[in-house]
């Protein structure tokens, strides 16, 4: 009796260095988050893929339509503000989490809908930021800027180098 047996490599399948590979995943994640019976935030997220090599890290994807959406609660557990990716990363070793590729940054205090190529929340120093263009919007006006910063309870919402101010109907 005679066994054969056959082994194909495909460099596109599987990624020469294993320390990349994903080490567990979630589908339809809904996470929440409290302190002292108070919520904080909730996140949805279509995939959730968390890797612990070369840099421990997690990806919050979009899948199907569905985007990444976090939700900031307030004290009187009102939604204080939502911001919104087409994926984000979190590097769970320096507390730095950064959203990519369309974020939307809705300021439930004052009305304003923030739109960015991206955005950086550093827990350590209490920010939120982008150093790219950003654009306002707030009824009938519309402002633009270099840059966007907060902290990161979203409570104090800046955009660096504010400039034109456009007034348009409806």
């Given at each position: 009796?005679?066994?054969?047996?056959?082994?194909?490599?495909?460099?596109?399948?599987?990624?020469?260095?294993?320390?990349?590979?994903?080490?567990?995943?979630?589908?339809?994640?809904?996470?929440?988050?409290?302190?002292?019976?108070?919520?904080?935030?909730?996140?949805?997220?279509?995939?959730?893929?968390?890797?612990?090599?070369?840099?421990?890290?997690?990806?919050?994807?979009?899948?199907?339509?569905?985007?990444?959406?976090?939700?900031?609660?307030?004290?009187?557990?009102?939604?204080?503000?939502?911001?919104?990716?087409?994926?984000?990363?979190?590097?769970?070793?320096?507390?730095?989490m950064e959203a990519h590729d369309?974020?939307?940054?809705?300021?439930?205090?004052?009305?304003?809908?923030?739109?960015?190529?991206?955005?950086?929340?550093?827990?350590?120093?209490?920010?939120?930021?982008?150093?790219?263009?950003?654009?306002?919007?707030?009824?009938?006006?519309?402002?633009?800027?270099?840059?966007?910063?907060?902290?990161?309870?979203?409570?104090?919402?800046?955009?660096?180098?504010?400039?034109?101010?456009?007034?348009?109907?409806?």
């Amino acid at each position: 009796m005679a066994l054969l047996a056959a082994c194909h490599s495909d460099r596109n399948v599987m990624p020469e260095d294993h320390g990349d590979m994903v080490i567990q995943e979630v589908h339809d994640a809904h996470v929440r988050r409290s302190e002292y019976g108070n919520l904080q935030l909730e996140l949805d997220a279509p995939i959730i893929q968390k890797y612990e090599k070369p840099k421990a890290k997690t990806l919050y994807k979009s899948d199907r339509g569905q985007r990444v959406q976090l939700r900031l609660y307030g004290d009187n557990r009102n939604i204080r503000s939502i911001i919104e990716a087409s994926y984000a990363i979190s590097f769970d070793d320096l507390d730095i989490m950064e959203a990519h590729d369309s974020v939307v940054v809705i300021d439930f205090s004052n009305g304003d809908t923030i739109y960015l190529e991206d955005l950086i929340w550093n827990s350590n120093e209490d920010r939120i930021y982008s150093d790219h263009p950003v654009r306002a919007k707030n009824g009938k006006r519309v402002t633009e800027g270099d840059g966007f910063v907060s902290d990161q309870r979203m409570e104090n919402m800046q955009i660096i180098h504010q400039r034109g101010i456009i007034e348009f109907d409806d």
